[in-house]
């Protein structure tokens, strides 16, 4: 992508990305935008391609083709860590938290590793304090270990854990998995919390469409790694999303599919 063609007000730019597993191709020729404070919501069927394509944003699967520009920065070549430094921080389904340390020390690991400057920079870096502020339930948990947690739990230290690398952008994946609802319209209070007290843009898979379009600005379906349909929430129904999620016209929800109304 030329520098004339970058917009300024996007935060992430994704360019004919491409990635798979041995022969099998996973995310075909995907390009969008992110606008710097907006939230999209990327859902799909399973297998669709969402945490192949998340991961490779993250860096910490190979794309095969393709470019990325995070604000105006070229971070194709960007391995994971210096993605993560340069502001790009991932959940990753199943949260990855080390174990056996506690939720502190998780956090203290991730401050420690954090790009200095960027920190020094940062009008309002994100500290422990400031992440227990945003994510009050982590306060009684501080020194459990990360694998004593319940989903929800670790689903907010694992952001907690993200926002110590001070992210622009940052990428959710499986947000609502194995959470009851209650817990999960938690998290959704605290990533509400991260959106207006420091307008960071988030990418992320949901698999309540309901939720999906009620919280985000943009909802981006993915099919068999593509892009088969990108709007905005308030200007596209459940039956265009579904039609795209399915493939087909007319096509009836089904358990994959979660509609919380
Ligand atoms: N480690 C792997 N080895 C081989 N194939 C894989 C691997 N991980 C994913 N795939 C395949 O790549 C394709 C995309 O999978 P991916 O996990 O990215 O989809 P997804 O939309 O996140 O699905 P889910 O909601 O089930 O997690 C699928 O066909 C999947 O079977």
New binding site residues.
């Given amino acids: 992508m030329s520098p004339a063609t970058r917009n300024p007000d996007h935060i992430l730019q994704v360019q004919g990305l491409r990635a798979g597993?041995?022969q099998?191709v996973?995310v075909r020729d995907v390009s969008f935008a992110l606008k710097r404070g907006a939230c999209v919501a990327l859902i799909?069927?399973?297998?669709?391609?969402?945490?192949?394509?998340l991961r490779c944003l993250a860096g910490v699967h190979p794309a095969l083709g393709g470019r990325l520009h995070l604000g105006a920065q070229d971070i194709t070549a960007l391995p994971a860590h210096r993605r993560v430094q340069q502001g790009l921080a991932l959940v990753p389904?199943g949260r990855r938290l080390w174990a056996d340390m506690t939720v502190r020390e998780n956090l203290t690991v991730a401050l420690e590793h954090r790009d200095a400057a960027r920190a020094a920079a940062a009008t309002a870096p994100w500290s422990i304090e400031r992440a227990l502020q945003a994510l009050p339930g982590l306060v009684p948990i501080l020194d459990r270990p990360a694998g004593a947690l319940s989903g929800g739990q670790r689903q907010a230290a694992a952001i907690a854990r993200a926002l110590m690398s001070n992210p622009e952008v940052l990428l959710l994946d499986?947000v609502s998995l194995g959470l009851s609802p209650l817990v999960v319209d938690e998290v959704y209070r605290s990533l509400q919390a991260l959106r207006a007290q420091a307008g960071t843009t988030l990418l992320l898979?949901e698999q309540d469409l309901g939720r999906a379009l009620a919280f985000a600005d943009r909802v981006m379906c993915?099919r068999e790694?593509q892009i088969v349909l990108e709007a905005a929430c308030a200007e596209t129904t459940r039956e265009a999303v579904t039609e795209a999620y399915f493939g087909m016209a007319h096509a009836a929800p089904s358990a994959a599919l979660e509609t919380t109304p």
């Fill in positions: 597993h041995g099998l996973a799909g069927a399973n297998g669709a391609g969402k945490t192949t394509l389904e499986e898979v993915l790694g």
